[in-house]
């Protein structure tokens, strides 16, 4: 995988809520370059922490910074 920065991490499919940001698993795929079903296993393995809402699954920004095991200061 090429090396992310925080900057890749912006992407239009989000929300925020409680002042953290959740990724759509569309904005994940598009981060990852993997399918909805690779996102999809990745959390029902615990590789990466997703959450249901009203049916749609989303990742925050936090876990996916883990998942990819990012450290860096905010610009």
Known sequence: MEQLTIKDLKNPEYE???GDIFYAIGGVTEILKVTK????NY???GEIEGEKVQGKW???E??????????????
């Open 58 to 60: 989303y990742v925050s």
């Open 16 to 18: 925020t809520r409680g």
């Open 37 to 40: 079903s690779t996102i999809i």
């Open 43 to 45: 959390i029902k393995k």
């Open 62 to 75: 936090n876990s996916l910074k883990k998942y990819l095991g990012l450290w860096y200061t905010e610009e």
